[in-house]
């Protein structure tokens, strides 16, 4: 008799991905810049430590909030009590404003169609218990997030089918690709619910276009089927062009009288934008009253604490210091952002063009020994156990082309990011050392190889005569 179940042991959480492995190999190996200095960088995670300064300011000019107290007087009691799951109304409120404060007030949200959950992790995984059955499938533009594979599949029982972007063009999403990616599951003989994307994606860090955008939902519209949009580093835009969120394009081409309006559903997360993944703050927002339902009923399987609402709530009200802070954190991963592309540009090695998140799309197709995944796989362990770098390799992502890399910069000091480039310029370096005496030598065996030619040429003309 099997004493655990069919979950416990099967192999389907994808935590033998090189994307989580090379998480472990930092683990047993971090660096440290006094105890640890030849330890690996950690590149691998997408955390935002660029602005802890301003949230720290924040609380220690708003103690009564970080001491749970309301004019003065402790709240301590209450917050610990039981919580309704649908949320503290003043959080639900203060975050709406947040989402489209960050959206340029172009579009609003009602709290009413707010689920909190604990974390973008958990918003995802409700919806796709929400939206789909098990073996029902979802369609995502490559590269994607690594943490999917786990997220929608693991507990859901539901499948991906891959959108095959390509470099070409930038890694955007065709009707061709999408059409090719919904043919692709068919064959397969699954039923697809729906497109999940990430705006701004991870892992390229670029920001859909309203064409792409207005694709998206003429394809969903057609295929009668939903629409995810991730949007959880909506506020990292750094550069131009603007964030465009999936609601102000559907406003726009007056979506809302269709049945399209009911089928598109917003992620969103705090673990971004403000840098606070610890704190496990994840909404689902839908115009679908019945998914709003059903997810809020889901949600108490993760609740955010009442604690953590009552702080949020204050924090994001506050219109001075969410103004100021996201034009200040935008600033600080822009320039973070220029270090790393310009340092490696430095070294020949080039990025995909991209104005938000905390990652760039690094190109190492050159540093290949060969074209191919095992190639990408060698590369990638050398420079994690030898040139000490955890980044996060194309495949794990499922990119279709050997030889890209994410790498992240916004959780780590400018110091640290400085010696993860002279690093990779050591070991580029020492690759191109390597091949120029390599070409010398193959230059010299060509020589001599043609000196004893000739000589054995004039040798048999002087015998001949």
Known sequence: ??????????????????????????EKNPYDEIRNPKGIIQMGLAENQLSFDLLESWLGQNPDAAAFKRK???IFRELALFQDYHGLPAFKDALVQFMAEIRGNKVSFDSNKLVLTAGATSANETLMFCLADPGDAFLLPTPY?????RDLKWRTGAEIVPIQCTSSNGFRITE???????KEAERRNLRVKGVL???????????????ELQLLLTFISTKRIHLISDEIYSGTVFNSPKFVSVMEVLIENNYMYTDVWDRVHIVYSLSKDLGLPGFRVGAIYSNDDRVVSAATKMSSFGLISSQTQYLLSAMLSDKKFTKNYVSQNQKRLKKRHEMLVGGLEKIGISCLES????????DMRHLLSSNTFDGEMELWKKIVYQVGLNISPGSSCHCTEPGWFRACFANMSEDTLNIAIQRLKAFVDSRDNKNDIQNHQNSNKKKSFSKWVFRLSFNERQRER
């Open 176 to 182: 061709s690709a999408l059409e090719e990616a919904y």
């Open 145 to 149: 997030y690594p943490g999917f594979d």
């Open 72 to 74: 003065g007087d402790s």
């Open 197 to 211: 994307v990430t705006n701004p994606s991870n892992p390229l860090g670029t920001t859909l276009t309203k064409q």
């Open 1 to 26: 008799m099997k004493l655990l179940s069919k979950k416990a042991t099967c192999n389907s959480h994808g935590q033998d991905s090189s994307y989580f492995l090379g998480w472990e190999e930092y």
């Open 355 to 362: 104005n938000a998140g905390l990652f760039c799309w690094v």
